[in-house]
Every structure is written in structure tokens, then in C-alpha cells.
């Protein structure tokens, strides 16, 4: 059963899993990951035990109902998409500001997961979060072009249901909280991957989280938290931006380049891995 993400996540990693997935140690006891996001290298790997964790409380929201209510979701995608699919591009674009400007005010629960789901596939680029408010500026470039709505398909209906399927038949914990209070659990023999946001130069016009900041200081917090993972024993690995103030911070750790192709810049990139084994 081959697994793909479920929502679409600035930052996935679906298409650099073949850079990231050599550089995993072949055994450990139970997979932790505490900024999940789309969840590509988890459900790539399918470990057996594992803890998984977001602190943006949508995606967790995601997550906890393609557990429990897979059905009720594709429902929903069903009734959706007959809606949707035959309308024009303007009324599309105005259909998905309507719905994106109403999440802030639903409480959290499966319809919000639902619509938080769609407007992250119908939005350019997957985001509808912008200085701490919903809001939908345009049509994902598939949808506005080629009227392409994969995500309405029943290929995405069975990915729904095969994750769901394998987070019910494996053991493991989906949290809300902060990324330390869930590195706190994790213990020799475990293995940790983080995935964290970026601090760059480039100004990003988008935020994951409400009133979330990220500066040098956030670095320093993971230098601080991954020493603390050495000291017990843990071997970690984590992704992060190419810059001089990560390679600095880091750069008593192994660290491993790979390209990236940005779309929001349209050209290549480096990324790292940084791992302590």
C-alpha cells in the first residue's frame, strides 16, 4: 500500500522523500514527528509505533477526523465537487472566498475539516492563511488552467481511506502541542524527524500558525532542544533552509545539501539535512 498526503502543505516533502529516505537509520522503535504537516516521509515509511504532532490546530484537526470519519470526509468532497466542478473560473474563485472567510468562525469539528481541506486544494499554492486571517486570494493554477480537480477523484478517495486504514491498524499518538513537550517523550531507540518552519530571507506573505514567530531565536530553540536528544541517546534528523545562520547554528552536526525546486521563486534551491548519527 503505497500512502500519499491527504492535504496540500507549503513545504511538503512528497517530492524529496528519495533525498531524505537513505539518510534514516534502518531500525529504530518508534517514528516521532513533531512539525507533521502534510505527513509525506510518515506515511511514505509507515512505521508501526509512532507519535505524530502539529501544532496548527486545522491540520491536527485534519488528521484526527481522516481517522475516525474517512467516509463522512469524501462525503463531503462529493458534495462539493458536484457544486464546483461545473462552475466558471470567476465563480469558482468567488465560491472558495466565501467558504475560506467562514472557517474562522466554525468550530472545530469535521464540516471545518472538510472545508479546510478543499481550500487548501483550491488555493494558489495551497494557502488561505495570511497575516492571521483566513482569506482566499486565487485559484490553485491546475484548477484555473485545466479545470484539473484531482483531489475530487476516487484515487484521492482511496488514499483517504488507506491512511485512515493504517493509522487505525498501527499504534501511535496524534497530538496538538508544542514541538518540546512532544520531543520530551521520545527515548533511546526512538528515531525523530523534524521538519520545522524556515527562517529565510525570503519573505513569505503566508503564516502557519496565529501570531507565530520566527526568527534566529526559534533556531536556537531547536539547537537547544536537539542537544538535549543527544545527551539521552536519540538519533535525530532534520530538514532545514540552506543559510549561513543554519550552518552556523549546526555546524556540529552532519550535514547533507540537496536541491529543491521553489515554485513561488520558479528556480532551484538547496535544502540540508542535519542528522547526529
Partial sequence: M???????????????????????????????????????????????????????????????????????????????????KPMSKEKKTLYCRELTSKIDGMPYGIDRAISYMLMKYCA????????????????????SVNNNCGFLENLAFNNILNVS????????????NDYKTVLSKAKSGDFVFMDPPYIEDHNYDFNYNKDEILDENFIIGLLDQVKKLDNRG?????TQSDTKTVRRIFKGYKIVSFPVYRMGQKEYVNELLIKNY
Fill in 2 to 84: 503505497s500512502l500519499k498526503t491527504f492535504i496540500r502543505w507549503s513545504g511538503n516533502k512528497s517530492k524529496h522523500l528519495r533525498h531524505i529516505i537513505p539518510e534514516i537509520p534502518e531500525q529504530y522503535n518508534t517514528y516521532i514527528e513533531p512539525f507533521l504537516g502534510s505527513g509525506a516521509l510518515f506515511l511514505k515509511l509507515e512505521p508501526e509505533n509512532w507519535i505524530i504532532n502539529e501544532l496548527n490546530k486545522d491540520l491536527i484537526n485534519c488528521w484526527k477526523y481522516i481517522k475516525t470519519e474517512p467516509k463522512n470526509i469524501i462525503s463531503g468532497f462529493k458534495k462539493f465537487g458536484k457544486k464546483f
Fill in 124 to 143: 494558489y499554492m495551497g494557502n488561505i492563511f495570511f497575516n492571521n486571517n483566513f482569506y482566499f486570494k486565487g485559484l490553485h493554477l491546475n484548477i
Fill in 165 to 176: 486504514d493504517y493509522i487505525n491498524d498501527t499504534k501511535g499518538i496524534i497530538l496538538n
Fill in 234 to 238: 536519540i538519533k535525530w534528523m532534520m
